[in-house]
C-alpha cells in the first residue's frame, strides 16, 4: 500500500513503544551474553521475515513507482541492514577483556 511520503508514518507510535520494550529487555539481560545474542538472533530472523514475507513481494511493478521507492530510500537512510559482528573483532575484544594486547611489531 502507497501513501504519501509527507504524511506521518501510521505506525510510528507503536514502533516506538516496541523499540523501547525491546531495549528494556535487552538492558534486562545486560552482562548475560547467551540471553544478548538470542535477543539479537531473533531481531536477525525478524528482520528477514519482514524483508522476506512483508517487503519483496511487494515491491513496485512499474519503473515510476520503483524509482520513488529508491529516492525515499536514499533520503531517508538506505536500505535497513543488520550489521553482524566479524568474528576478528569480538576475539580482539575478548583479547582486550582479559589483558592480552596485539603485537604492535607484527
Not at 539479537?40 to 515491491?59: E, G, K, N, V
Not at 530510500?73 to 575478548?94: D, H, K, T, Y
Amino acid at each position: 500500500m502507497d501513501r504519501d511520503q509527507n504524511a506521518p508514518n501510521p505506525c510510528e507510535a507503536e514502533l516506538t513503544r516496541l523499540l523501547a520494550a525491546l531495549l528494556d529487555l535487552a538492558h534486562q539481560q545486560e552482562g548475560d551474553s547467551l540471553a544478548t545474542l538470542a535477543i539479537l538472533r531473533s531481531l536477525s530472523a525478524t528482520h528477514a521475515q519482514i524483508r522476506d514475507d512483508l517487503f519483496l513481494p511487494y515491491l513496485p511493478t512499474t519503473r515510476h513507482d520503483l524509482a520513488n521507492l529508491l529516492r525515499d530510500m536514499e533520503e531517508s537512510g538506505g536500505w535497513p541492514f543488520i550489521e553482524r559482528m566479524r568474528l576478528q573483532a569480538l576475539l580482539i575484544n575478548l583479547d582486550w577483556q582479559m589483558g592480552i594486547y596485539p603485537d604492535s611489531e607484527k
